[in-house]
């Protein structure tokens, strides 16, 4: 049954996998990051690695030498220090790393596409002699051997050094607990430095080894390396030895499967499984295992804000500035109309990849959960659509084109239910690899299969009779792009948003006060599948073919970071960063795209809140500066700022003397910066006031403007009003016209000024004692 | 409409070897402010948990009124009328005061049907009222507007109590809700607790602060090792001679 040669054939696979396990767990041992740019920083070592002995024409052992014993450490060190460190030192949340780290495999994804293309290279030289030693009668590679021998050092040194030095003690003790192990003196950075540059040593080692095995390809070998997280997910994030045990394990079984002969329906889905085992193992192990050993607060809700860390939930002031934010969005789309035809056909992907990320801003940005399995509910609703208008899904009658786009994208949410129900029992960590296998199995066992995706055809589409051309298409894509604002929409709005957004500030608290949490998060979820159905099924009809590359499981990891770094709960951000995409994608080579989302999601490493936010400051400064043109320039002096009450409950009440609005910017600027500066935080905020005076009054700008000038004994330029009068216009069209959430939204009570309170007139007194006030 | 009952009917708990509750019985009755005392591992905490749903017994039931609640999750016995608010208060800290109290106002009966197309939903205005005369009557109507992130915890327990009680309880678990006040904020905070169950809420009180117990609660349960030992009226609890050795000899009390 156990056919030797076979096991020792898989053995090879399975000592590579776990040799990527051993560094997945020593990165995430010391630092609390589960790499997901392991397979990237494997591509990149042995892209270069090939250029080296191939296209230079250096010694093997030179190259190998330059790639794994200087360059991957280099990586791993670089990293740590301009990536992972700054995260640490103010204490990102781990969905934060999550997302930096896959901003990582995506910039390095990007760099090996933009030098080395997409295409598939199969002449990487290997590692080790392409030798074999036969013992009793059976032939093993030398390549296995080595491998073998690196695992057995790899797990002794670590071993060695963890019970038996210091190092090893600190690196203990910056595992259990890293600001405390710095206030007891542990070189903290020095440890985590240590652990990514062994990590990445051994991505390195992973990448040259499996490059001359398989196709060198910056997606497929990625790919690849991110399946044997199925060895780690085995270990539960903890346990070496376990992975190691769980990468051999697979892989002989994996080459095992090979020797049965399965025929009839399944003989494909079988065939798969053969070459496909580790990506079925780590789908398994995820549902098998409840609770993988997270560490730090691994297990809580990502937060994933565009507005900062701690999330604004929409003063006026945020709101007008998303006004330019949806202005942008609203020109990005309308503007193809008027392209020549070529440049129109480009900009079919933009509503459709903007629906993709739509579909993820509403399980990321409104529930908090990460969701990295997007392609395949996308390829669904594509496959779906398509096999509805040809009329060939379960025995259904043919439908006419449009109508099988909007049905088959409805058919996704079936699919998402119950592909949904045990993800969202998971959170952080597992819930992100869950929906990742999820899209990945999708992709290997029905977009790879010919049996479903061949022979579809993209028909043209009629409406009325009437073949519908391009610029109806488009239109036809806009509205589509429509429903799925209004999907989100009603997610953000009313009761179903306020729970939603009780649920990710604090699922406890919403469940004691009967929110029925994981329905709701279930409701986001096949949502968020259906729309990102209707996304695949436009971008398919667009692209007038189905590929299966289109929805590889990467993809939905590009998509998410790119989800990320426009604004995760931003609807606009999702169509802004569509049209850049695919505009990137159109105008310059390829795979930069990939390289611009890794480097702006990199910068998510010092711009907490990323690309949104980092606008959003630009505009807040901008309108700053514009709002000292309101007054005359003597009469200037900033408002002072006036005390707030202390002591006792008093204190309950943050600063009531501003205005309602710039007290909730003044306390989120509180709350970012701890408790420990509350005034020095507080005295930033009657800029906030300067501003968000006249410009949160809306169509009555300027008789605001004059009442907030007038109270503090200003006059308003003659230029501030005639701004002031175009601001007041243009803002209130607009909001008219793009019905996306904006971020006041959120809170719609919260965001509407103090109604009848002109600014600063609540008196500090009245409201210091609201306790007494229950016993009236 | 009548309030229900809470009761809880031989409570065991237990973890791997130990009982951490043993046969517990207690009823919190309506109108009544019942308290739960006991030393650091006496197993009150536990006794909470079972009861507000975050954990399931070994044995044992926790009826409300008529129905037996036992299996039921912590969201669903909040619409039913049981609510809890926690050691740390947990408000939703992005949103506003006034939204945090929506959330409970909304959330009582499940219709997310509605829901879900936003707008349009019958009695949202009524919604809007109860939330209105709720800050008012707790004095929150000054923070309104407030996102609760930014709030100290006097603010936020009141704030917490204030959504609880917008859910429109039949009965109220507190778990240390004098946590992280000083002297007279709980003062004040006993005096709302007493207005609550006036008008005939039964609130649950566990809390280490021995003083508030006695003072504010109408029976009150003492907890030792996983059992009651003593229950009655506060002095009566007082004077019991395990409570004097156990609980109060210790220092806790003076």
């Known amino acids: ?776 | 409409m009548s309030r229900a009952e809470l009761r809880a009917v031989g409570l065991v708990r237990r973890y791997g070897g130990l009982t951490a509750v043993d046969h517990v019985d207690m009823s919190a009755p309506p109108g009544l402010i019942t308290g739960l005392i006991g030393p650091n591992g006496a197993g009150k905490s536990t006794v909470f948990s079972l009861l507000t749903g975050v954990e399931q017994p070994d044995e044992g039931a926790v009826m409300l009124g008529d129905r037996d609640i036992t299996k039921l999750r912590p969201d669903k016995r909040s619409r039913l009328g049981l609510v809890q608010t926690f050691q740390v208060p947990s408000l939703f800290t992005s949103m506003t005061v006034r939204d945090n109290l929506l959330v409970g106002v909304e959330n009582r009966r499940r219709d997310y049907a509605g829901g879900l197309f936003g707008r349009g939903i019958r009695g949202n205005a009524r919604h809007d009222e109860v939330v209105d005369e709720m800050l008012a009557s707790l004095g929150l109507t000054d923070v309104a507007n407030v996102i609760t992130g930014s709030l100290p915890t006097g603010a936020l327990r009141l704030a917490e109590c204030a959504r609880a009680l917008c859910t429109h309880p039949d009965v109220l678990l507190l778990d240390e809700p004098a946590s992280g006040l000083d002297a007279a904020e709980t003062e004040r905070f006993s005096q709302l607790l007493r207005r609550i169950a006036a008008n005939g809420v039964a609130i649950v009180l566990v809390d280490h602060d021995v003083d508030l117990v006695f003072t504010v609660c109408d029976q009150v349960y003492a907890m030792v090792g996983g059992r009651v030992v003593a229950h009655g009226s506060p002095a009566a609890v007082r004077a019991d001679p395990t409570v004097q050795s156990v609980y109060l000899a210790q220092g806790t009390k003076a």
């Not at chain 1, 043209?460 to 298409?473: C, E, P, S, V």
């Not at chain 1, 006036?642 to 006792?648: C, S």
């Not at chain 1, 204190?651 to 500066?677: E, F, H, K, L, N």
């Open chain 1, 1 to 776: 049954m156990i056919s030797v040669d076979l096991a020792i054939a898989g053995l090879a696979i399975g000592a590579i996998a776990a040799l990527s396990g051993i560094g997945l767990l020593v990165t995430y041992r010391t630092n609390g990051v589960l790499n997901l740019a392991q397979g990237g920083i494997a591509a990149l070592v042995a892209y270069v690695y090939r250029q080296m002995a191939v296209e230079w024409g250096l010694p093997k052992w030179l190259s190998a030498v330059i790639a794994l014993a200087i360059l991957s450490p280099l990586l791993g060190l670089l990293l740590e220090r301009f990536v992972f460190r700054p995260l640490a030192r103010r204490r990102a949340s781990a969905a934060e790393s999550l997302v930096a780290s896959l901003g990582v495999l995506v910039l390095t994804l990007g760099m090996c596409a933009g030098i080395w293309g997409l295409g598939s290279k199969n002449d990487t030289p290997p590692l080790f002699p392409n030798k074999s030693v036969g013992i009793s009668g059976h032939r093993i590679g030398v390549d296995t051997i080595s491998t073998l021998v690196l695992i057995v050092v790899c797990c002794v040194a670590l071993g060695v050094v963890q019970n038996r030095t210091k190092f090893g003690r600190q690196m203990r003790a910056v595992v259990d607990d890293r600001q405390l192990a710095e206030l007891s003196s542990v070189p903290a950075d020095r440890v985590a430095a240590v652990g990514w540059a062994f990590g990445t040593t051994l991505a390195g080692f992973t990448g040259v080894l499996l490059a001359p095995r398989l196709q060198l390809s910056p997606y497929g070998l990625s790919l690849v390396v991110l399946e044997t997280f199925a060895v780690v997910v085995a270990a539960r994030l903890a346990s070496l030895p376990i992975a190691v045990f769980a990468g051999l394990a697979i892989g002989i079984l994996q080459s095992e499967l090979t020797q049965f002969k399965v025929d009839g329906q399944f003989a494909d889905v079988y065939r798969s499984l053969e070459s496909n085992l580790f990506v079925v193992a780590l789908l398994v192990l995820l549902l098998a295992i409840p609770k993988l050993r997270e560490l730090g607060d691994a297990g809580s809700a990502g937060r994933f804000s565009s507005r900062g860390a701690p999330d604004a939930a929409g003063t006026v002031e945020e709101r007008s500035k998303d006004l330019v934010w949806k202005l942008a969005g609203f020109i990005m789309l309308l503007a193809p109309l008027l392209f020549r035809p070529a440049d129109l056909r480009s900009a079919f992907d933009v509503p459709a990849v903007a629906l993709i990320l739509l579909s993820m801003v509403i399980v990321t940005g409104y529930s908090g959960q990460v969701s990295l399995g997007v392609a395949g509910y996308a390829g669904l609703g594509a496959l779906f659509s398509l096999k509805l208008a040809n009329g060939d899904f379960l025995g259904l009658p043919r439908l006419p084109g449009l109508l099988a786009i909007l049905v088959g994208a409805i058919l996704v949410a079936p699919v998402g239910l119950i592909t949904g129900y045990p993800a969202i029992r998971r959170r952080g960590l597992t819930l992100a690899l869950t929906t990742f296998a999820v899209g990945a199995v999708v992709s290997q066992f029905v977009f790879e299969q010919p049996k479903f995706s061949s022979g579809l055809y993209v028909n043209a589409l009629y409406l009325g009779g009437w073949q519908l051309n391009d610029k109806a298409f488009y239109i036809i894509e806009l509205v589509g792009l429509g429903l799925g604002l209004l999907a989100v929409r009603s997610l953000h709005r009313g009761r179903l948003g306020r729970a939603l957004l009780a649920v990710r500030d604090n699922s406890g608290g919403a469940a004691a006060v009967g929110v029925d949490v994981r329905n709701l998060k279930l409701i986001a979820f096949t949502m968020s599948s259906v729309v990102a159905g209707l996304g695949g099924a436009l971008l398919v009809q667009g692209a007038s073919s189905f590929s299966s590359t289109t929805f590889q499981p990467i993809q939905s990891l590009l998509w998410f970071t790119a989800m990320v770094v426009f604004g995760a709960d931003s609807a606009v951000g999702a169509i802004i960063g569509a049209s850049l995409i695919v505009a990137i994608d159109v105008l310059a080579p390829s795979g930069s795209s990939t390289l611009a989302i890794g480097i702006l999601a990199l910068s998510l490493s010092w711009l907490p809140g990323g690309l949104a936010s980092a606008v959003r400051g630009l505009v807040r400064f901008v309108a700053q500066r514009l709002a000292d043109q309101f007054v005359e320039p003597e009469e200037l002096p900033r408002p002072t700022r006036r005390t707030p009450v202390p002591a006792g409950l008093g204190a309950a009440i943050p600063r009531p003397a501003v205005p309602a609005d710039a007290a909730t910017w003044a306390s989120q600027q509180t709350s970012r910066m701890g408790d420990a500066d509350p005034a020095g935080a507080s005295a930033t905020a009657p800029a906030a006031v300067w501003v968000s005076g006249p410009l949160a009054a809306g169509t009555t700008g300027i008789e605001a403007a004059e009442r907030v000038a007038a109270e503090r004994g200003l006059t308003l330029t003659s230029f501030g009003r005639a701004l002031l009068g175009t601001l007041g216009a243009g803002a209130t069209g607009a909001a008219d016209l793009i019905p996306a959430p904006a971020a006041g939204q959120v809170t719609p009570s919260g965001s509407r000024p103090a109604a009848g309170q002109p600014a600063g007139s609540v008196p500090a007194a009245s409201s210091s004692n609201h306790l007494e006030g229950g016993r009236r």
